[in-house]
């Protein structure tokens, strides 16, 4: 899905004028043509939504229809000019990939942002307004630059074995058993407990997440919220659902127009899928059950990320797992170098109860993974043989719980969600990580061939 930011690069961004002959003639939008204030209207009506909050797609379709009308206004005195059609033309893509209707609803011509002190957008804009009019009250220089208008926004995942993705972007692979924090500031705390997934393996995966709003003056006092495996609550610790007066409307998928709080919850799904939305702060926390295991995505804005002190740098999403916690060499992911969960196997061949190689659970089959075999499984939910795709095959060898298939395609479906920059999404492995696949899969192979002499062994 297209991100607003994506969108307003490819066509808000439009230039004052455009050269269109190599002989170096331009096109000016002139003072009758007035497509440049169609576009500073759409700029913002839009530029507070959040693409992972209820409503935007309604209220992002009222911003282009109103945008369309504007064009349609100054269409007479604009003929001829290539940046109104280019407007033009961006307006009718835009339609078309967002689903939007010509004929509806529109937002005001003249969009006013009203101040709210416990909505990060609106204090980030406002406090950006009031800097461009000091500036511009000591200065008879004219400046178009709108750079630091928007807020930048960082990203960390956590999913599998587990696997991280760092605000910078950095895939790893992890052990840290235990609790550990992922981000700990003067604004938000969360921490993860991760546990042994397969018995004589280093990889572990997560079965608890405790996330600390710390208070905020005028906007909301302290709320925790605590999800462990088979609890994946809909409510904070408290049993509220939401802290801080009611504050600016917002449009529902229903259509329908509500108050939006300061901080909130909101499940997706019973029991499988809850996302925290800290509009105070600007903070989007998505929570996930799937299979016995946990996963996590955070979009927060760098500044408050940045928001620590010295006693607070152990931050894996800040930076990284510890050296001595990395199961990774450096971005590239070893395979498991024995037959896959033959820990687990071993154990329950030990069972008079055991009568076949697959073990049937609550949450789903364990099995044995060749290389291939992986890799089919998780082609089936992941296209892209991305970085994503090659945790999902090191799950199913390390584990052989085909639930992990799900989290990794679920954990790259909530990356793009909230991840500010989508020509960051994909992350490849170093180049000599494919080629290892098929070295490792000529050693399953091999030690395939002398499984059934060593089980034998074992069991006589």
Same mark, same amino acid.
């Given at each position: 899905m297209p991100k607003l930011s994506d969108m307003c690069v490819l066509y808000i961004s439009i230039p004052d004028s455009i050269c269109v002959s190599s002989s170096g003639q331009c096109q000016v939008a002139t003072p009758q043509c007035r497509i440049q204030k169609c576009t500073t209207d759409f700029v913002s009506l839009t530029s507070h939504l959040n693409p992972a909050v209820d409503g935007f797609h309604t209220e992002f379709c009222k911003a282009l229809r109103a945008y369309s009308a504007c064009t349609q206004r100054t269409a007479k005195a604009c003929r001829g000019n290539l940046v109104f059609h280019s407007a033009v033309l961006g307006i009718s893509d835009l339609m078309s990939q967002r689903n939007c209707s010509r004929d509806g609803p529109t937002s005001p011509t003249h969009p006013e942002i009203p101040f709210e002190p416990c909505n990060y957008h609106s204090r980030t804009q406002h406090a950006h307004t009031q800097s461009h009019a000091h500036a511009h009250s000591h200065s008879h220089t004219h400046s178009h630059s709108h750079s630091h208008s928007r807020a930048e926004y960082l990203f960390c995942g956590l999913?599998?074995?587990?696997?991280?993705?760092?605000?910078?972007?950095?895939?790893?692979?992890?052990?840290?058993?235990?609790?550990?924090?992922?981000?700990?500031?003067?604004?938000?705390?969360?921490?993860?407990?991760?546990?042994?997934?397969?018995?004589?393996?280093?990889?572990?995966a997560t079965?608890?997440?405790?996330?600390?709003?710390?208070?905020?003056?005028?906007?909301?006092?302290?709320?925790?919220?605590?999800?462990?495996?088979?609890?994946?609550?809909?409510?904070?610790?408290?049993? @509220?659902?939401? =802290?801080?007066?009611?504050?600016?409307?917002?449009? $529902?998928?229903? !259509? +329908?127009?509500?108050?939006? /709080?300061?901080?909130?919850?909101?499940e997706r799904s019973p029991g499988r899928h809850v996302e925290l939305h800290a509009g105070y702060i600007g903070v989007t926390v998505i929570v996930r059950q799937l299979g016995r295991y946990l996963t996590l995505a955070v979009r927060i804005p760098e500044e408050l990320a940045q928001a620590y002190d010295a006693t607070q740098d152990l931050q894996l999403c800040l930076n990284g797992c510890p050296s001595a916690e990395r199961i990774d060499q450096a971005g590239?992911?070893?395979?498991?170098?024995?037959?896959?969960?033959?820990?687990?196997?071993?154990?329950?061949?030990?069972?008079?109860?055991?009568?076949?190689? @697959?073990?049937? =659970?609550?949450?789903?089959?364990?099995?044995?993974? $060749?290389?291939? !075999? +992986?890799?089919?499984?998780? /082609?089936?939910?992941?296209?892209?043989?991305?970085?994503?795709?090659?945790?999902?095959?090191?799950?199913?060898?390390?584990?052989?719980?085909?639930?992990?298939?799900v989290a990794a395609y679920s954990a790259?479906?909530?990356?793009?969600?909230?991840?500010?920059?989508?020509?960051?999404?994909?992350?490849?492995?170093?180049?000599?990580?494919?080629?290892?696949?098929?070295?490792?899969?000529?050693?399953?192979?091999?030690?395939?061939?002398?499984?059934?002499?060593?089980?034998?062994t074992v069991l006589m």
């Open positions: 999913f599998g074995d587990p696997h991280l993705r760092t605000f910078k972007d950095s895939f790893q692979t992890c052990k840290v058993e235990g609790a550990w924090p992922l981000i700990d500031n003067d604004y938000l705390s969360v921490q993860v407990t991760n546990v042994p997934v397969v018995p004589g393996s280093s990889a572990t079965n608890k997440i405790t996330i600390i709003f710390k208070p905020y003056e005028g906007c909301t006092d302290q709320r925790v919220y605590q999800a462990v495996t088979d609890n994946l609550p809909a409510a904070f610790d408290d049993g @509220t659902v939401s =802290s801080g007066d009611p504050m600016h409307n917002s449009a $529902g998928a229903d !259509g +329908a127009s509500r108050k939006v /709080r300061a901080l909130w919850i909101s590239h992911l070893p395979l498991p170098v024995s037959p896959p969960a033959l820990g687990l196997q071993l154990q329950q061949l030990r069972r008079p109860s055991y009568s076949s190689q @697959t073990q049937t =659970s609550a949450y789903g089959s364990t099995q044995v993974f $060749g290389v291939e !075999g +992986a890799r089919e499984r998780c /082609r089936e939910q992941l296209e892209v043989e991305d970085i994503y795709f090659h945790s999902c095959v090191f799950d199913l060898l390390t584990t052989g719980d085909a639930n992990f298939t790259q479906k909530d990356m793009e969600s909230l991840h500010p920059h989508r020509d960051s999404w994909r992350i490849y492995p170093r180049s000599f990580a494919t080629s290892s696949l098929h070295f490792d899969s000529q050693n399953f192979k091999r030690l395939a061939l002398l499984l059934p002499c060593f089980l034998s």
